[in-house]
């Protein structure tokens, strides 16, 4: 594992992939907030872990995320590491989806990783130590039918955190952008309970821990975006130099 610091500070740490990294992190012996919404998830996560200490925040309120972010440290310690991995995922057309909806994914998928980033993140700088990952996805890069807002949410992740590590790189924190294809992790059922879309049907999910070995091994060397899975690379290269391979496909398998 390429983490060298004690704190770990977790959003959407109540599921699937956040919940998995606060387990290995706890079973290395470091001290683990995971932070979430869901109090159910927290405390599965929590079940038999000594080292996960959990908090209810919804990352949507800037207030309670500064609040939150204090608390850990007071608890906890400095804040070595982050995984911004709060996430919803409901699909639909952009003309069916309700409009609170879309607010609400990119409320959630993009402001809320940027409240996270305000409270955490300078704290890490000024200590001149840290890792910083923002959770992205493929679908930050490549856009499909039925995806439109959750792509947008992706889209703009992947934007602001190009930005940041280029705005704060050589200064001690590593920073990882996480751009994953689709995982095995509940947050899928969200689609299949609107609309799944049959082209991520070409995509079979990959596990949870080769997303975060995937990490570790970007950290490690330096490295800053994360594309775990076979051929994920591919298919990003593939997005920018032929968009339009992409478009055919999508609106063959969809059928319009
Ligand atoms: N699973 C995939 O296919 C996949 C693929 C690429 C990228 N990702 C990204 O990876 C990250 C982790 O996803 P996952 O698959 O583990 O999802 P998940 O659904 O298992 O977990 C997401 C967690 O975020 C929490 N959450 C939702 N709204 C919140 C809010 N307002 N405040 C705090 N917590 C909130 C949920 O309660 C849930 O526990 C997400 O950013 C997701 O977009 C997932």
Redesign the pocket.
Known sequence: MAFRGDVAFI??G?????RLAARNLAREGKKVAA????EE?LAETAAGYEGIATYT????DAAAVETAAKQVEADLGPIDRVYN?????PLGKLLDQELTTIHRIME??YN?LVNVTRFTLPGMLERGRGDFIN?A???GWLPILYMGAYNASKFAVVAFSEVLYHENRGKGVRFACVC????A????QQGRDTVWPKALDDAP?IEPQEVLDAIEQTLESDGFWVFPGRGTSLGWRLRRWLPDLLWSRVHKVEGF
């Open positions: 959003t959407g109540g599921s699937g992939m956040g932070l979430d919404v869901n998830g925040l919804d990352v949507t991995a709060a996430a919803i995922m959630i998928n809320g959770f996805s493929m679908a994953p294809p689709p995982v992790t509940p947050l899928l999910p």
